[in-house]
């Protein structure tokens, strides 16, 4: 049974945009049900236009029945290489550095129904050792979507970039209750109760790094999407130093977001990294 982890229980263990013609606008962090959203291939092209489909966290149209609302979310159902996972301790340690260079601007939120999404301000970067992305948004699950040993926490937040070859790579961050952060204040403050339209905040500075961990030690594994259409060949890093949340800023994210995190997937085998 996946139990909800406490404070210092575990401390090292879209950006809108349009893409190959069609609308993103909640790239990995769920398309709008109204709208059309990208089939994101592992090379990162869009094969075609996807028309979407009513989705949901719960009931008839929750997770275990994502991959049966249409044919291109069959990923979801009959994919081997999906997204979250337990991260257990793997037998293999990684030293590659993750950098990251996120700039600051004008905080770019809204409110897609699945999630708060924040937009990334023009030249935020990340290099894995293996390539660069572009940072394109960040958004927020409650609880976490990721476990680590079976132990869940009580948000996770999805920073998700793109590279010049269409590949995804997405930083998982993980938060426990404990201290206020002061990081999330802006985005409280100014996050949509309701599904809504973009809002450009002006006079409130945003930069994404803030909602990083100083130490950017990471699990690394190759994953996919976590919400329709669970596409794969996802560049998945998701830290292993935990940031702390009050519980009035858990419990202020939860009135919104509900519970909007797909349970952990099957690792079949897939090779996962820890740091050293």
């Known amino acids: ?18 893409f190959a013609g069609v609308d993103l606008l909640a790239l990995a962090a769920c398309e709008r049900s109204a709208e059309v959203s990208e089939d994101a291939s592992p090379e990162g092209a869009a094969s075609h236009e996807v028309k979407a489909v009513h989705w949901s966290y719960a009931g008839e149209d929750g997770p275990e029945n994502w991959g049966g609302l249409s044919e291109d ?19 293999l340690a990684s030293d590659t550095a993750l950098s990251v260079d996120y700039a600051s601007g ?32 960040l958004h927020f699950h409650t609880p976490s979507e990721h476990t680590v040993d079976q132990l869940r926490f009580p948000l996770e937040a999805h920073f998700v ?10 930083i998982g961050v993980l938060f426990e209750e404990g201290a206020h952060n ?82 952990v997937q099957p690792i079949n085998q897939r090779e996962i990294t820890a740091p050293n």
């Not at 049974?1 to 349009?18: P, V, W």
């Open 106 to 137: 004008p905080l770019e939120i809204f409110n897609n129904g699945h999630t708060v999404q924040i937009n990334s301000a023009p030249g935020s970067t990340m290099n894995n050792g293996e390539k660069d992305y572009v940072l394109l948004q």
């Open 182 to 263: 002061d990081a999330l204040s802006p985005v409280l403050a100014n996050m949509p109760q309701d599904v809504s339209e973009l809002h450009k905040i002006d006079g409130v500075d945003f930069n994404p790094s803030d909602l990083l961990p100083a130490d950017l030690a990471v699990y690394r594994y190759s994953g996919s999407l976590t919400t329709p259409p669970c596409s794969e060949g996802v560049a998945w890093h998701v830290a292993a130093n935990v940031l702390p949340a009050s519980s009035d800023q858990l419990n202020a994210l939860r009135a919104v977001l509900g519970e909007n995190a797909r349970p």
């Open 161 to 170: 970039h793109r590279a010049d070859d269409g590949g995804l790579g997405v």
């Open 1 to 18: 049974m996946i139990e909800y982890i406490g404070l210092n229980r575990f401390q090292t263990a879209l950006r809108t945009s349009l």
């Open 73 to 91: 979310y069959a990923a979801c159902a009959t994919g081997t290489a999906q997204s979250p996972i337990d991260l257990t301790q793997p037998g």
